[in-house]
């Protein structure tokens, strides 16, 4: 492999990470899911997401806006009302934050066997305490 690739495929390689890092932080795949149904507001979606601080929530909802997957449209009423929505691109991203979804909801109980397994086995070996 010449220098040239290389250097691409790190770099495409660091690209790829920042979206992955995007999209699969655990706050922007549940506001994905949100938006999905079609827009929402900010304290609907606070509700809604249960464990979010209002600053976590701007901040995911910025990002995902800056990444180009969601729109922010201000209406101007008294209080002004602000609408989020998945851009088409945002829309794009749902059929495998979908999928992991459903992939999580199939595989939980699984997942917590394993957990469990794993932690008994740790404290078996001492390397953590009951």
């Not at 790829?16 to 549940?30: C, I, M, N, P, T």
């Not at 998945?86 to 934050?97: K, M």
């Not at 394993?114 to 932690?119: G, K, M, R």
């Given at each position: ?71 922010r449209t201000v209406f101007p009423t008294i209080p002004p ?24 909801q199939a595989n939980i109980d699984a997942i917590d066997v ?17």
């Amino acid at each position: 492999m010449t220098e040239i690739h290389r250097g691409f495929h790190n770099t495409e390689c660091r690209k790829v990470s920042r979206v992955l890092a995007r999209v699969g932080d655990k706050w922007s795949v549940l506001i994905v899911m949100l938006l999905a149904d079609g827009p929402r507001r900010f304290n609907e979606m606070k509700r809604m997401v249960e464990g979010i601080s209002q600053r976590m929530l701007t901040l995911t909802l910025r990002g995902l806006e800056r990444d180009g997957l969601v729109t922010r449209t201000v209406f101007p009423t008294i209080p002004p009302r602000v609408d989020y929505e998945l851009t088409a691109l945002g829309r794009s991203l749902c059929v495998p934050v979908m999928a992991l979804g459903s992939w999580a909801q199939a595989n939980i109980d699984a997942i917590d066997v394993a957990q469990a397994d794993f932690d008994k086995r740790c404290v078996e070996d001492g390397k953590i305490r009951a």
